[in-house]
C-alpha cells in the first residue's frame, strides 16, 4: 500500500504534526525500554512521567488534565486490529514508524469496519504527532530493519484493566480496557475482541 508523511495534506482528517516541543531526553531515556520481537505496550512509565516534556504535554497537548506517558514497542507490520479513545493520543516517535489510522465515522451499524479504508503514514524518528479521538489507529509497524520504539501520551487510567462490566449490545460490546473501544481482524486472535474488521489484515512488510 502506499505509504504517505505526516506532512502530507491528507494527514490532517486523522491529526497533525506536534510543534514546539523538546524530546530529546525523552528519546534518549527511550533507549533503556525493551525492544521485544512481539508488541508489548506499558501505559504509564515513571522515568518518562517524571521527565519535564511530561508536564508540557499534559498542559498543552491536553489542556492540564492527569496524564499517562508510556510506550509501545516491538516488531509488528499488520493491522491486526483498530481501537479509539475519547480523547486525542500523542505519540512521539523514537524510531521510524508507520501508523495505519481509519476513521471512527466509517465503522458501520452492525461494528464492522473495512480495512480497505485504512490509510499509512510515515513518521519520521523524533517526530511527535496527535492522532484525534474519532481516528482508528492500532500498534504501530515497523519501518525500520530491527523494530520500532513509540512514545504514547493518553489521559490517565486510559488502556487499564475495567472495573466495569462492558455491555452486551452495540458499541459497548468493543469496550475492552478503560476508554478503549477496540474492533479486531478474525487473523489477529485478541481475546474478548468483537472480530468486525472485514476484508485484508494489512500488511506493510
Known amino acids: 500500500m502506499k505509504i ?3 506532512t502530507d495534506g491528507a494527514f490532517a482528517e486523522y491529526g497533525k504534526v506536534l510543534e514546539g516541543y523538546s524530546f530529546g531526553a525523552l528519546l534518549k531515556e527511550m533507549e533503556h525500554t525493551p525492544l521485544p520481537k512481539d508488541v508489548i505496550y506499558e501505559p504509564s512509565v515513571e522515568e518518562l512521567e517524571s521527565l519535564p516534556v511530561a508536564l508540557e504535554l499534559q498542559n498543552r497537548a491536553f489542556g492540564g488534565i492527569p496524564i499517562q506517558m508510556g510506550y509501545c ?3 509488528n507490520v499488520k493491522l491486526n486490529a483498530v481501537e479509539y479513545h475519547r480523547s486525542s493520543e500523542m505519540v512521539i516517535a523514537v524510531t521510524d514508524i508507520i501508523l495505519l489510522l481509519g476513521q471512527q465515522q466509517d465503522i458501520q ?3 464492522t469496519y473495512d480495512t480497505a479504508r485504512i490509510d499509512a503514514f510515515l513518521v519520521p524518528a523524533g ?3 496527535e492522532l484525534y479521538a474519532t481516528t482508528l489507529h492500532y500498534a504501530p509497524c515497523t519501518a525500520q530493519a530491527g523494530g520500532f520504539r513509540s512514545v504514547v501520551v493518553l489521559p490517565k487510567g486510559t ?3 475495567l ?3 462492558r455491555g452486551s449490545q452495540g458499541e459497548d460490546t468493543l469496550i475492552t480496557a478503560k476508554n478503549k473501544w477496540l474492533i479486531a481482524h478474525p487473523e ?5 475482541a468483537v472480530k468486525g474488521l472485514i476484508g485484508k489484515n494489512i500488511s506493510v512488510a
Open 109 to 111: 451499524e452492525d461494528l
Open 159 to 161: 488502556n487499564t484493566t
Open 188 to 192: 489477529a486472535s485478541i481475546p474478548g
Open 4 to 6: 504517505q508523511k505526516v
Open 163 to 165: 472495573t466495569f462490566a
Open 73 to 75: 514497542n516491538g516488531d
Open 127 to 129: 517526530t511527535g504527532v
